[in-house]
């Protein structure tokens, strides 16, 4: 049912919503807003708009991710991860771009909400997950070292290559003042927690630099020197220019806003499910998403998803219900309208510092290293998800593991096919009429048993073993009791076998159908070509049917056979 859980939570309010639980939900959207405040600011500015650009999306994505959300305690807003994707959108698109494909993945968002898509990110394999979040942790990284280091460079080249040789080229102009506040800001970030965990770190590090930097009239950069005044309203953008010809281009960067922002939002619910041992909507979720991307670019801001860690911090601090997520809008909207002038005196170096400590935190690098004691084909989905990420795209990423993970997935698969002869390899759990009945000296009659599922990956190995088939058999009995599917082209096979025994006037006969398949031949009209006494639901009735036959054959032979043979 696509209903937002504050509604539902809002129907049974006397015992969802008690006062208590209202006032820690109010009190944990506060904290949650304070982390929020210099991350949507460093984010913003790391994605090529001005610092305001990303508290709107906070403000507006958060309100209609908490607000028409699937999941109780989700934050939404602006994240690392998406830092790369709208700088390279930006720069090849230009911001009016990167609003139209911010609108296009919200609507696409919400068409996979209605679509009921939302559990399929169950079938995103694990290494790929890792690989491209570990691979933005280090382009995030990249695109912080200027700032950082304070190097004077005009223009940083967008390619993860290029980019690092520009910072070797210029590090002769590090500005030890900027890097010795970087060092201080992040320090303070790290160790902070161990005396105050309520207040953030990073709220911290960028109150204690900006005093030091304005008191001392130190010598870095500064979000006023750099942006000049910032505007704290909102505004709305400016479609007069729009052609269908820019829709068309813009579809591929709006796929892949989608597609990030659905994996990561529904990562996100999916980590707080269990911290508080719910279960989350994920199609109400996607919705949400949408509707969120939509008002985040209407209102000039950039693309929103639900934030791993400001979500566990909503937990952590006795959120459970959507009311902390919309409080924690409010709350920056609040200080958006009171304390964004005062944001020029930030120094751009620690922004850059919490954006540091963010990719560390998000680099998942204890995962990456695990995962590299899995078997080979999940190690070399992980590295070239992570690879592609670095040095390409995103979605390329994404597209290119998937694609090797379903080849991987179906070699896996054809491997473990088995089809074997049951004369020469007879089963303990067999009874004893089975073993007797084939030992017996009926060489005409031959079983072959398939296990496994019969797909396109596994047909090649089937029709290995079908081809040794002995050509002085009469019968052959196959038997299909642990083959739990089979697709078109397994079908195709197996009906190539039985064409292949009727030309040489074998009789084939099955034993053990599963359901699936059974549907399969039935659908396909095979069942009724062979008729329903070819089929036995277990070998014990196919064997005596065989035995049979081959008495019937043998007494009549070359004579008119009855109708049964």
């Keep these: 049912m696509l209903k937002p859980k504050l509604f539902s939570i809002i129907k049974h309010r006397k015992t969802e919503l008690t006062s208590k639980q209202l006032l820690n939900d109010i009190i944990a959207g506060i904290i949650v807003a304070i982390i929020a405040l210099p991350l949507s600011i460093a984010l913003g500015i790391s994605s090529g708009v001005s610092p305001d650009k990303g508290l709107i999306t906070a403000i507006v994505g958060g309100f209609f991710i908490s607000f028409l959300g699937g999941s109780r305690v989700q934050i939404g807003g602006p994240t690392g991860a998406f830092v790369v994707i709208v700088y390279g959108i930006i720069q090849k698109y ?49 695109t912080q070292i200027k700032d950082l280091f304070g190097l004077n460079i005009k223009e940083v080249p967008s390619e993860f290559i290029m980019k690092w040789k520009s910072y070797i080229t210029h590090i002769s102009t590090v500005n030890l003042y900027a890097l010795a506040l970087g060092i201080v800001s992040i320090l303070i970030i790290v160790f902070w927690p161990k005396f105050n965990k309520t207040i953030p770190g990073s709220l911290i590090a960028l109150i204690f630099t900006t005093i030091a930097v304005s008191v001392f009239k130190l010598p870095v950069e500064t979000i006023g020197s750099k942006f000049g005044s910032i505007s704290y309203h909102f505004s709305l953008p400016n479609f007069s220019g729009l052609d269908l010809t820019d829709i068309t281009n813009l579809l591929h960067p709006a796929i892949t806003i989608a597609l990030l922002a659905g994996i990561e939002s529904l990562l996100s619910a999916v980590v707080a499910d269990g911290m508080i041992g719910k279960k989350h909507n994920s199609n109400m979720e996607l919705i949400a998403q949408g509707t969120a991307n939509i008002a985040s670019a209407v209102f000039g801001g950039i693309p929103a998803t639900g934030a791993i860690a400001r979500t566990a911090a909503n937990v952590k601090n006795g959120g459970r219900t959507p009311v902390a997520g919309v409080v924690h809008a409010l709350t920056l909207l609040l200080i958006m309208l009171i304390f964004m002038k005062y944001a020029t005196l930030i120094p751009m170096v620690t922004l850059a510092a919490i954006l540091v400590v963010v990719s560390y935190n998000m680099s998942e690098w204890r995962e990456f290293k695990e ?45 473990n096919i088995e089809v074997y002869s049951v004369n020469t390899k007879l089963e303990e759990n067999d ?79 099955f034993a053990e159908v599963k359901k699936q398949p059974l549907n399969v031949m039935i659908n396909k009209g095979f069942y009724d070509e062979l008729g329903s006494d070819r089929f036995f639901d277990d070998l014990d009735k196919a064997l005596r049917e065989a035995d049979e036959i081959s008495f019937i054959k043998k007494r009549y032979a070359g004579k008119k056979a009855p109708v049964k043979v």
């Design 94 to 142: 230009g911001i009016e771009g990167l609003i139209i494909s911010t609108i296009l993945a919200g609507l696409i968002l919400i068409v996979f909400g209605f679509l009921k898509l939302g559990s399929l990110i169950k079938y995103v394999p694990y290494p790929i997950v890792t690989g491209f979040t570990s691979g933005i942790a280090v382009v995030l990284l990249s």
């Design 371 to 415: 995962l590299l004691k899995s078997p080979k084909s999940d190690v070399s989905v992980l590295l070239i998800t992570f690879s592609f990420t670095v040095l390409f795209d995103l979605v390329v990423a994404i597209e290119v593991g998937m694609v090797l993970a379903m080849f991987l997935f179906i070699k896996k698969m054809s491997d």
């Design 431 to 509: 009874n004893d009429y089975i073993e007797s009945s084939i030992d017996s000296g009926n060489d005409r009659v031959m079983v072959y048993e398939i296990n496994g599922p019969l797909f396109f990956g596994s047909i090649n190995n089937f029709l290995d073993v079908m081809n040794e088939i002995h050509k002085d058999i009469d019968i052959l009995i196959i038997r299909m009791r642990n083959v739990p599917v089979m697709d078109a082209s397994g079908f195709q096979a197996l009906k190539n076998v039985y064409n292949r025994c009727k030309k040489s006037k074998k009789i084939v006969l």
